[in-house]
T-cell receptor, first 113, second 111 residues
Framework: DVKVTQSSRYLVKRTGEKVFLECVQDMDHENMFWYRQDPGLGLRLIYFSYDVKMKEKGDIPEGYSVSREKKERFSLILESTSTNQTSMYLC???FGTGHSPLHFGNGTRLTVT | GQNIDQPTEMTATEGAIVQINCTYQTSGFNGLFWYQQHAGEAPTFLSYNVLDGLEEKGRFSSFLSRSKGYSYLLLKELQMKDSASYLCAVRGNANDYKLSFGAGTTVTVRA
């Protein structure tokens, strides 16, 4: 079974703090993704990466950046948190395109006060 | 852009059948996925359709009509553990890595 592990389950931060969300997958998948999930809005794509050191903006990249130095690890960085970044953050990975599904981590619930 | 619509909530009785509809308007189409997500947990993959027709997997079936931009997920012989959110997601193009998701349908199964 594919395992996608997110470093923190719950985080509470103050406005303006810097946050790193870490994600590691163990199946040698090329593609990794960061989504945020909010009630009524569903999952929205922040950034994704299809190879080491490659990154592409998703639908809502503002206020976020990412890093992929190793194939198995994809980090989401919030340089200066704001209250509207309070959300559930989900990391996912996949192999190739076509019928390959995304495999998700358990999520990080971030609260910014 | 991508527009994926599904009902917000559905309620059904244990042992019954529920059909969750999903309509999509996307720039390109290269497959539709259904995921199940229990409260507080990660979404898990249920099914994939890329050609028109019905795909059956045990109690769950998924149907696709590409000409109508329409899919449904059919849950038969409902069990209490089927209470969850069900997410419809579309891959837009053949070379597209990402999925675009609908807002999800919360299904509540009553005894």
């Amino acid at each position: 079974d594919v395992k996608v592990t997110q470093s923190s389950r719950y985080l509470v931060k103050r406005t303006g703090e810097k946050v790193f969300l870490e994600c590691v997958q163990d199946m040698d998948h090329e593609n990794m993704f960061w989504y945020r999930q909010d009630p009524g809005l569903g999952l929205r794509l922040i950034y994704f990466s299809y190879d080491v050191k490659m990154k592409e903006k998703g639908d809502i990249p503002e206020g976020y950046s990412v890093s992929r130095e190793k194939k198995e690890r994809f980090s989401l960085i919030l340089e200066s948190t704001s209250t509207n970044q309070t959300s559930m953050y989900l990391c996912a990975s996949s192999f190739g395109t076509g019928h390959s599904p995304l495999h998700f981590g358990n999520g990080t619930r971030l609260t910014v006060t | 852009g991508q527009n994926i619509d599904q009902p917000t909530e559905m309620t059904a009785t244990e042992g019954a059948i529920v059909q969750i509809n999903c309509t999509y308007q996307t720039s390109g189409f290269n497959g539709l996925f259904w995921y199940q997500q229990h409260a507080g947990e990660a979404p898990t993959f249920l099914s994939y359709n890329v050609l028109d027709g019905l795909e059956e997997k045990g109690r769950f079936s998924s149907f696709l009509s590409r000409s109508k931009g329409y899919s449904y997920l059919l849950l038969k012989e409902l069990q209490m553990k089927d209470s969850a959110s069900y997410l419809c997601a579309v891959r837009g193009n053949a070379n597209d890595y990402k999925l675009s998701f609908g807002a999800g349908t919360t299904v509540t199964v009553r005894a």
